[in-house]
C-alpha cells in the first residue's frame, strides 16, 4: 500500500551540505518528498519528539546532537514507505548498514548517522503530524 513515513535530514548531514545527495537517494529508490522544510529545534522540541527515549543513556547526548545544527524534516511518500525509507537508510549504527545504504556511505557514527526515519506505520503518523498540518502536505 502507498504509505507516508517522517524522515529527518540530521545535523551531521546538513553540516556537510548533503541535503540533495540524501534526496536524491529517496527519488531514485521509489519515495517522493512530499512535504519538506529545514528547521532549528530547540531542545524542548528535540526532547518532546524523542521522548520515548528519555530513560535511556543516549538521551541527552542525542538531544545536545539533534540542535547543534540546523535539521531537514521530511515527509516521504511511496508504496511501503516506511520499509523502504528503513532499507535505504540502512541500520541505525554505520558500522552495521549495508553497502549503498544513506548510513553506511554518509553517518559518521551511531550518534551522528545522518538521517531517522520512522520505525512503524503508527509512530509515522505520530511523527508526521509533530512536525506537519495537513496543509503543509503536498502529494
Ligand atoms: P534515530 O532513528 O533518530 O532514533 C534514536 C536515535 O538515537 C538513533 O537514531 C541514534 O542516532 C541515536 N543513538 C545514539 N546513541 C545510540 C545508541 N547507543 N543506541 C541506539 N541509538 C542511539
Known sequence: AVERTLSI???????????????ARFEEQGLRIVAQKRLQLSRAT??????????RSFFGELCDFMISGP???QVLEGENAVARNRE?????????????????DFAESIEANSVHGSDSAENAATEIAFFFAQTEIVG
Open 9 to 23: 535530514i540530521k545535523p551531521d548531514a546538513t553540516r556537510r551540505n548533503l541535503t540533495g545527495k540524501i534526496n
Open 46 to 55: 528535540a526532547e518532546k519528539f524523542y521522548g520515548v527515549h528519555a530513560e
Open 71 to 73: 535539521v531537514v524534516v
Open 88 to 104: 535505504i537508510m540502512g541500520a541505525t549504527n554505520p558500522a552495521n548498514a549495508a553497502a549503498g545504504t544513506i548510513r553506511k
